[in-house]
């Protein structure tokens, strides 16, 4: 099939899965258009069957800002007239499936079909913001299709927007091979000389992650245990959450490795990876942990429960509780023999339930329903 794939480039879970995806498609013989603002970083090397279409969007002295969303849809319109688009699959629904919409309804074939896929923040955050709701509602109930990463955010989805039609969950998936194609390639000695544990968190550090509680449970396990924090990713908290850690002199127990485009070395080096999130509609970054072996201590919220089983592969606490999701983690560290069973029980769940080789045909199959239909 001829699939266009929407998404952001940047550093969030969306854009991850969007890339994935598209790799998986391709090595099966699809052709796929990756369509964006800028190449997304697990794309920049080659793959072939992989085309990267940058969306350019002029500025003029009376726009208040250039229209991305126009100029989406005017290269999604190019792409089905000049390369025999099929399926536009939108990931994310603002402004995508909005720009998918209109693209749509220009080239105005019955050839060209519609996929959304929510991921959360457009559902759960910016979406339902009263300034998009109407144009996110409209967007879906217009895409030919629409999954959604978790049935949780299915069910939010349903609750949010009064939204009756079919919305199928089609979970975020890992490849098991990665994390054997990255290791050896951190030091943990470098991170803890003197075999401390290594906790890590990964993220865009937005308020919704609530960072400050990473290093307030970490500040709890290093004043119990020898430990070092590793912190992966930048955004808008990043300011706050330095200070913090300086206020709470714990300056060099704490490596703020700004963002990474692979995690997997990293994940070799820590001992438990920490999500405390306000709201997590599914948790890419617990489910790559997983895989490569990390028991995960996260809050218990959205669709983290489909991912983290608790007791099994992790732990799961009421937001904001730190104390306890501190004492979890000395516990874990206390006890070898647990810990060993939640890496295995961690890997095995990941390779299980979320291998790419059993959720990518559930994408092919959607798109050959929407394509027969
Ligand atoms: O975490 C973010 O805010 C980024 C966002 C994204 O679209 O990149 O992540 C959402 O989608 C991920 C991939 O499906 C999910 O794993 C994340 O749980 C989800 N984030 C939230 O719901 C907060």
Redesign the pocket.
């Known amino acids: 099939m001829n699939i266009g794939i929407v998404c952001?480039p940047?550093?969030?879970?969306?854009?991850?899965?969007a890339s994935e995806l598209a790799i998986g498609l391709a090595q099966k013989g699809h052709v796929i258009h990756i369509v964006s603002y800028a190449p997304p970083f697990r794309l920049r090397t080659f793959h072939q069957n992989i085309f990267i279409h940058e969306v350019e969007a002029a500025a003029y002295p009376l726009f208040k800002a250039p229209s991305y969303e126009l100029g989406l849809a005017a290269k999604l319109v190019e792409l089905a007239e000049h390369h025999g688009l099929e399926i536009i699959h939108a990931?994310?629904a603002l402004p995508h499936a909005a720009s998918a919409y209109l693209a749509k309804q220009i080239f105005n074939s019955g050839r060209l079909k519609t996929l959304t896929?929510l991921?959360?923040?457009?559902?759960?955050?910016v979406g339902a913001d009263p300034s998009y709701r109407r144009v996110v509602k409209f967007a879906i109930e217009q895409s030919d299709g629409v999954t959604a990463?978790?049935t949780y955010?299915k069910n939010r989805t349903v609750e949010e927007f009064g939204i009756r039609r079919e919305i199928r969950v089609i979970p975020?998936f890992i490849d098991p091979g990665r994390p054997d194609r990255n290791r050896g390639q951190c030091s943990r000695e470098a991170f803890a000389p003197h075999g401390e544990a290594i906790l890590m968190h990964a993220?865009?550090f937005?308020p919704?992650?609530r960072v400050a509680d990473v290093v307030r449970i970490f500040a709890r396990v290093r004043a119990r245990i020898p430990a070092k924090l590793l912190l992966v990713g930048d955004g808008p908290d990043r300011p706050m959450v330095e200070e913090l850690a300086a206020g709470m002199n714990l300056g060099a127990d704490v490596h703020f490795l700004g963002e990474q485009d692979q995690l997997e070395p990293l994940f070799f080096c820590a001992d438990l990876f920490l999500l405390p999130?306000?709201?997590?509609?599914?948790?890419?970054?617990?489910?790559e942990a997983m895989n490569c072996g990390v028991p995960v201590i996260a809050a218990d919220v959205?669709?983290?429960p489909e991912v983290v089983v608790h007791g099994e592969t992790g732990f799961l606490f009421p937001v904001g509780d730190i104390a306890a999701m501190a004492d979890k983690a000395v516990e874990i560290m206390g006890d070898a023999a647990a810990r060993e069973r939640l890496v295995a029980q961690a890997r095995l769940r990941a390779v299980q339930c979320f291998d790419a080789a059993q959720i990518i045909p559930q994408y092919e199959a959607f798109y050959r329903d929407l394509v027969s239909s």
Do not use: C, M, P
């Open positions: 952001y940047t550093h969030g879970g969306s854009g991850v899965v990931h994310y896929t991921h959360g923040t457009d559902i759960t955050l990463v978790s955010l975020n993220s865009n937005r919704v992650k999130s306000e709201q997590e509609s599914f948790g890419l970054t617990a489910l959205g669709g983290l």
